[in-house]
Each structure stands twice: as structure tokens, then as C-alpha cells.
């Protein structure tokens, strides 16, 4: 009796001491991916505080997060998609003349970075007979949107691209001619995606940044929505950029032109 209850202590402590391993071992295997994890999370961080941003809490429609003295907005959700094909659009923003601006022969290669629903794509498609309009956007919603005209329309020259909030996703030296319309101020990173684009123009490649003038309170647009002419040409110049001319003959937005330094 005395032995069978020893084996009974012996096989009790060994169950014990199983379950001890087992039990590490399970802790071992949660903990190790979650430190992996935490070695992912913070690599981005490491790369977001080299100075290039900063941050700081400011306009509500800000992220908080500032390049070169101004503050980033928020992207324009696809719940936005309306306001982008609003009728009076036409006359407000008149893209006709917009259109003139760039100056667009048939067989160019024209990429439209923040595409949005296409407002812009489907009227210079028809221009580039011969060419082709890449319509970049990072929001599946405004990609399908567009997708969805280009099918009824059907259209062929325009090649849908998914783009990353740090590149436009597009192939090396292939772009005549960028258009950026109220977009390049919600850039989440405006450094990383003017490397890409600088890297996607061709060499006598030519870049239309269409932004709403931050110097006239008479456009009816939140400040953070709007950029001046000195701080566009200031951050373009920065990445390799060099500034043309403004034509100036929009109703509420700049129209700057710029090329490779
Ligand atoms: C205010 S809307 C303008 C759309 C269009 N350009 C127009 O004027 O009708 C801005 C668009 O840019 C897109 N966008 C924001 N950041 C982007 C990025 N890094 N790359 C590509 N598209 C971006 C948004 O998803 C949104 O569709």
C-alpha cells in the first residue's frame, strides 16, 4: 500500500512537472510572434522620427503629423465621391481650361495621381488616343468607381493602378505629363511619393500640381484643403524638383508646372 502510494506521489510530481514544461512552452510560443510583431510595429517608427516628419496636434482636419512647417490633412473619403462630380464643378474649377493648361498631344502618357472617382481620367482619355491615362488611387472605392465608367464607356486606354500612401506604384521613366488635383496636401508621406513619381516621369517629363490657393480667403475651401505657391515650390525643391510657372488662370486653384532639376 505504502508503495503503491509512493508511485501514486512520484507519478502526481512528474504530471506536475509536465505540466510546468507544457506551460512554459506555451508561454513561449505566445510570446515570441508578439515580440516579432513588436519588432515590425516599431521599425516604421524608427524610420518616422529621422526629423523628416514631425508631430503635433493642430487643425482637426490635420493628421497631426507636419512636413517642411505645414501640417498634412486628412485623406477625402470615397463618401466624398458626389461632391468630386458635382455639376458646378465646371464652372468653379474650370478644368476645361485646366485641360489647355497641359498642353496634351495624342500619344502622351499622362498619370493621374488621387484620381478620385475619375472626374479628370474620362475627360482626357479621349485626348490620348494614342497614348494611355494611368489613374492611380489608394482607395479600392474609387477604383472600382472608375473601373465601373470605364466598363460602360468602354474605354481602353486607362490602366487602373492601386497605389500605396509612399508610392504611385507605376513603371520607371514611362510619364510624359503628372496631374496631382487636390491631392499632394493629403500625401500621408509627400517625400516618399515625389521620389516615386520623380522616378516613374521621363526625363523631359513635366508635373501639374492643381492646389487650392492658401493665399485667397476668398476660396471657399478649409485652409488645411488649400496650399500656397511658395510652400509647393519650397517642398517640390526639395525632392529634386524645379518650379516653371504658375498660370494663374484658374478661378480658385494654382496651376504649377514643374520639371526635373
Ligand atoms: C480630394 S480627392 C481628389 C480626387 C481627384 N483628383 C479630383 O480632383 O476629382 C483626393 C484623392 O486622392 C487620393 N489619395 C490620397 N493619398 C493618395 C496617395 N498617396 N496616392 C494616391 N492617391 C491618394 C484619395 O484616395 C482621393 O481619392
Redesign the pocket.
Known sequence: MKLLFKNYIDLLSIFIKLKQGYTLLLVAIIIMPLQGCNSQTKAPVAIETNEVYTYKRNDPNGIGKWYQGREIAH??G?Q?MDW?NRPEREQEENVSILLKNMNIQTSDVIA??????G??VFKIAPMVKEGTIFA????EE?LAEMDYQKEIAGINNVNLVK???QS?NLPENSIDKVLM???YH????PLE?MLSIKKALKPNGKIFLIEYRGEDPNVPIKTIHKMTEAQSVKELKAVGFKFVENRDNLPWQHCMVFVLE
Open positions: 485623406v477625402m470615397f466624398g468630386l493621374d495621381i488621387g484620381a478620385g472617382s472626374y479628370h492611380v488611387d489608394i482607395q474609387m497605389g500605396s500612401e504611385a488635383v487636390d491631392v493629403e500625401f500621408n508621406y511619393m
